[in-house]
């Protein structure tokens, strides 16, 4: 059982470039969330997915996409990446109210 | 939408000693208030958690209190050891419907002396 996982765990992009930050959770939960973790302000909210099938936008949605491919899996898109999108992303899921977070993944955008 | 505030952001205290690590929240229908820690490289991880009909819950030696008149909860860490040394957040919810969305404070670093 290994919980929450995310690739890569570190990452570094050019201005303009695209790519595409996986997570995948073996706990059969229903609900995952992508948040975003900078200095001095906490994690915020980017997407999350109720459910397989769904998505909805969190509090800093403007530059990602998301896809929820399957139950296990929830990934998160950076079209033309930019440097204020530098920051730590970390993947999580649910069970009840509990949220499990994954390891996170460095991106630098330089 | 609900905003948190957590106070202070760094922490430095005695090995032995108490910390107490404060939040506050603005939207008065948040009913689960949950702390996590994390430690140097790694995600966050859940350490207590309380909901709103409840005042106060301990686990050995974290306690989380919670006033809701006045809108703020608290993290009480006694007789503190060096691995309590990490980033400590609290967070906000409204537990409805299926979203679960947390919003998070600043974040606290407690270092621990020995």
């Known amino acids: ?110 | 939408g609900e905003n948190v505030e957590q106070h202070p952001s760094t922490l430095s205290v005695q090995e032995g000693d108490s910390a107490v690590i404060k939040c506050t929240y603005s939207d008065s229908a948040s009913n689960y208030f949950p702390w996590y820690k994390q430690e140097l490289g790694k995600g966050p991880q859940l350490i207590i958690d309380i909901r709103s009909n409840v005042g106060e819950k301990k686990d050995q030696r974290i306690a989380v209190t919670l006033n809701k008149t006045a809108k703020h909860f608290s993290l009480h860490i006694t007789e503190t050891q060096p691995e309590d040394s990490a980033v400590y957040f609290c967070a906000a919810s409204i537990i409805s419907g299926n979203t679960g969305k947390l919003i998070f404070g600043q974040g606290t670093t407690l270092q621990v002396k020995p």
């Not at chain 1, 929820?68 to 033309?80: A, C, D, H, V, W």
Request: aromatic content about 12%.
């Open chain 1, 1 to 110: 059982n290994a919980g929450v996982t995310q690739t890569p765990k570190f990452q570094v992009l050019k201005t303009g470039q695209s790519m595409t930050l996986q997570c995948a959770q073996d706990m059969n939960h229903n609900s995952m969330y992508w948040y975003r973790q900078d200095p001095g302000m906490g994690l915020r909210l980017i997407y999350y997915s109720a459910s397989e099938g769904t998505t909805d936008k969190g509090e800093v949605p403007n530059g990602y996409n998301v896809s929820r491919l399957n139950k296990r899996e929830f990934s998160l898109r950076l079209e033309s990446a930019a440097p204020s999108q530098t920051s730590v992303y970390f993947c999580a899921s649910r069970d009840f109210d509990t949220q499990y977070f994954g390891p996170g993944t460095r991106l630098t955008v330089l």
